[in-house]
């Protein structure tokens, strides 16, 4: 059932869990992800990045996505535009069906943010879509554009009070200390869980955690045992997205995990069949292990057995 991720996550909100937030660019992933809800009885929200836009389409996503929501009935989703980069860009994933966005306007300043994430928010909020924006930024990639080290900046906690009043938006991405991709942390991982629940305190609002892949060691086995190199990579580790829902996490975005899972069951079969050129055989294989890693995440955040 296709519900406003505002919807979805109050409930989450509310009762101090978290819901993934699953990152998809084709059929496959999304049938995983839909196969794991329904195994674990949990709530989804279905992410399309602008990239993924681009590469499938949006109507393809929306279409696809309503076609499995009508499949599973029962299940809870919200489809979200991730990382939304202009306000044009969420006018035209909420026309094409999708129930939630994010503008995503942190590169710009506070003042700026604001009035383009409240000028989403007043054209959402009129056909029941949710809003997320983001304060702070993350490291890593998002698509195309990459943020340093040196201009990575932790949200301040009375602009994110100022933020939530002014704009009215329904669920916000506080920068704590991850970031986007495979390689997150130089040394030890590092979370500012504090500032997290400061923020948490003064908005009362759901909270969302980008940055969030975490590379299980079995994801990292079979993808480097099929001859993948993740050059050391470090995720964030389950105990440190269990400690981010105490303190008021309640949607967590996950892409590369899924990524790398998928991609080490089609180099495996390849490399174990070199003679094989039929889709399915790469592809079966690869739902299953995607399916495998939402239903360990979904217990983790605690939404698994919330319908």
């Known amino acids: 059932m296709l519900i406003s991720g505002a919807e979805l996550l109050n409930r989450a909100h509310k009762e101090g869990y978290a819901v993934g937030a699953f990152n998809i660019n084709n059929m496959e992933m999304l049938k995983a992800i839909f196969e794991a809800a329904n195994e674990a009885s949990s709530p989804i929200i279905v ?5 993924a836009i681009k590469y499938a389409g949006a109507d393809m996503i929306y279409s696809m ?32 069906g999708f129930t939630s966005v ?18 989403v928010v007043d054209i959402a909020h009129t056909v029941n879509v949710g809003v997320e924006a ?17 201009d990575a900046v932790l949200v ?16 916000l991405a506080p920068a ?35 940055g969030a892949s975490s590379i299980p ?10 001859g993948g190199d993740l050059k050391g990579s470090k995720g964030v580790p389950f105990n440190f997205l269990t400690e981010s829902i105490k303190g008021g996490i309640n949607k967590v975005n996950t892409d590369t995990d899924l990524r790398i899972a998928f991609m080490a069951e089609v180099r495996r079969v390849a490399n174990e069949n070199p003679t094989e050129f039929d889709p399915r055989k790469f592809f079966n294989p690869a739902i299953k292990s995607v399916k495998e890693q939402i239903i360990k995440r979904m217990e983790v955040l605690g939404s698994a057995g919330k319908i």
Do not use: W
Request: charged fraction near 30%; aromatic fraction near 6%.
């Open 47 to 51: 992410e399309a990045s602008e990239g």
């Open 65 to 96: 996505t309503k076609t499995l929501s009508d499949r599973y009935p029962h299940i809870p989703v919200a489809l979200h535009l991730d990382h939304g980069t202009t306000v044009e860009s969420c006018i035209r994933a909420i026309k094409a």
């Open 102 to 119: 994010m503008i995503d306007a942190s590169h710009d300043s506070f003042e700026e943010n604001l009035a383009k994430t409240k000028a």
């Open 134 to 150: 983001e304060l702070g930024r993350l490291m890593g990639i998002e698509d195309n554009i990459v943020v340093s080290e040196r």
């Open 156 to 171: 301040n906690v009375q602009e994110a009070e100022k933020f939530v009043k002014e704009t009215g938006v329904d669920y």
């Open 176 to 210: 704590i200390g991850t970031s986007h991709g495979a390689f997150k942390f130089k040394g030890e991982p590092k979370l500012d869980f504090a500032r997290l629940q400061d923020v948490k305190r003064v908005t009362d609002i759901p909270l969302v955690l980008h």
């Open 217 to 226: 060691e079995d994801v990292r086995q079979a993808f480097e045992s099929t």
